[in-house]
C-alpha cells in the first residue's frame, strides 16, 4: 500500500505502520530476522519523518499574467488532476486579478488563481498544489502566512469552492466555514 503513495509523506507514514506491525509480528513469534529488518525500516521511517516535519522550508509567490506560456503549459498538463478538486474549472485569464504559482524551494508546489469582487472579498478560482506537495504547507503559506497582504490590499473575507470531500475538508483546516454547498468562506481579521 505504502508503494502505490505519490505523496512521500503518506508513503513514509504507511511504511512505517506496517514495518511496526510485521516488527511486532515478528517478535511475537520469535522470528529474530523479521523483527530485525522491520526495525531497521521504522528507524529510516522515522528519521527521514523528522526530517520532512522539521525541514525550513522557503515559500515564495511568482505572479504571473494570464497569457504566460508555462501557466499554459502548467494547466494543461495537470488538466486531470485540476478537474478532480475543481470539477468544472476552465481556465479563464480574465477572471483572475490575483495570480501566483506558490514555490518551494524555488520548484513550483502549486497555483492559485482569484479575482477580488467589488465588496473586498476574494474568490478563488483555483487553488490546486501538484501531487508531491499536497501536506498543508502551500494552503497554510497562501491563507496563514499570505493573510497580512491580503488584508493590506483591502480583503476582508476569502470565498473558495469546496467542490469535493478532500478539498472541502483542506478548506476547514483554515478556518473556513461552509456558507451554502459547495462554498466556503474565511473571514479576514
Same mark, same amino acid.
Given at each position: 500500500?505504502?508503494?502505490?503513495?505519490?505523496?512521500?509523506?503518506?508513503?513514509?507514514?504507511?511504511?512505517?505502520?506496517?514495518?511496526?506491525?510485521?516488527?511486532?509480528?515478528?517478535?511475537?513469534?520469535?522470528?529474530?530476522?523479521?523483527?530485525? +529488518?522491520?526495525?531497521? %525500516?521504522?528507524?529510516?521511517?522515522? @528519521?527521514?519523518?523528522? $526530517?520532512?516535519?522539521?525541514?525550513?522550508?522557503?515559500? /515564495?509567490?511568482?505572479?504571473?499574467?494570464?497569457?504566460?506560456?508555462?501557466?499554459?503549459?502548467?494547466?494543461?498538463?495537470?488538466?486531470?488532476?485540476?478537474?478532480?478538486?475543481?470539477?468544472?474549472?476552465?481556465?479563464?485569464?480574465?477572471?483572475?486579478?490575483?495570480?501566483?504559482?506558490?514555490?518551494?524551494?524555488?520548484?513550483?508546489?502549486?497555483?492559485?488563481?482569484?479575482?477580488?469582487?467589488?465588496?473586498?472579498?476574494?474568490?478563488?478560482? +483555483?487553488?490546486?498544489? %501538484?501531487?508531491?506537495?499536497?501536506? @498543508?504547507?502551500?494552503? $497554510?503559506?497562501?491563507?496563514?502566512?499570505?493573510?497580512? /497582504?491580503?488584508?493590506?490590499?483591502?480583503?476582508?473575507?476569502?470565498?473558495?469552492?469546496?467542490?469535493?470531500?478532500?478539498?472541502?475538508?483542506?478548506?476547514?483546516?483554515?478556518?473556513?466555514?461552509?456558507?451554502?454547498?459547495?462554498?466556503?468562506?474565511?473571514?479576514?481579521?
Amino acid at each position: 500500500l505504502s508503494m502505490t503513495m505519490s505523496s512521500i509523506v503518506k508513503f513514509r507514514w504507511i511504511n512505517l505502520f506496517g514495518a511496526s506491525t510485521f516488527a511486532t509480528y515478528g517478535l511475537l513469534i520469535g522470528a529474530i530476522p523479521v523483527t530485525v +529488518l522491520n526495525v531497521f %525500516i521504522v528507524a529510516v521511517d522515522i @528519521y527521514y519523518l523528522s $526530517r520532512i516535519y522539521s525541514k525550513k522550508e522557503l515559500f /515564495e509567490t511568482l505572479e504571473i499574467r494570464g497569457d504566460n506560456n508555462y501557466l499554459l503549459s502548467f494547466m494543461e498538463f495537470h488538466k486531470e488532476d485540476i478537474q478532480a478538486f475543481f470539477p468544472g474549472f476552465t481556465y479563464q485569464p480574465e477572471m483572475n486579478t490575483i495570480s501566483f504559482f506558490i514555490l518551494r524551494n524555488m520548484n513550483v508546489a502549486g497555483v492559485f488563481l482569484a479575482h477580488r469582487d467589488a465588496s473586498g472579498a476574494l474568490r478563488v478560482g +483555483l487553488d490546486f498544489s %501538484i501531487a508531491e506537495y499536497r501536506d @498543508y504547507k502551500n494552503g $497554510r503559506f497562501i491563507y496563514e502566512s499570505l493573510k497580512e /497582504e491580503f488584508i493590506k490590499e483591502g480583503i476582508s473575507k476569502i470565498i473558495a469552492p469546496g467542490l469535493t470531500k478532500k478539498h472541502a475538508k483542506y478548506l476547514k483546516r483554515f478556518g473556513f466555514e461552509e456558507q451554502k454547498p459547495d462554498l466556503y468562506v474565511k473571514t479576514l481579521n
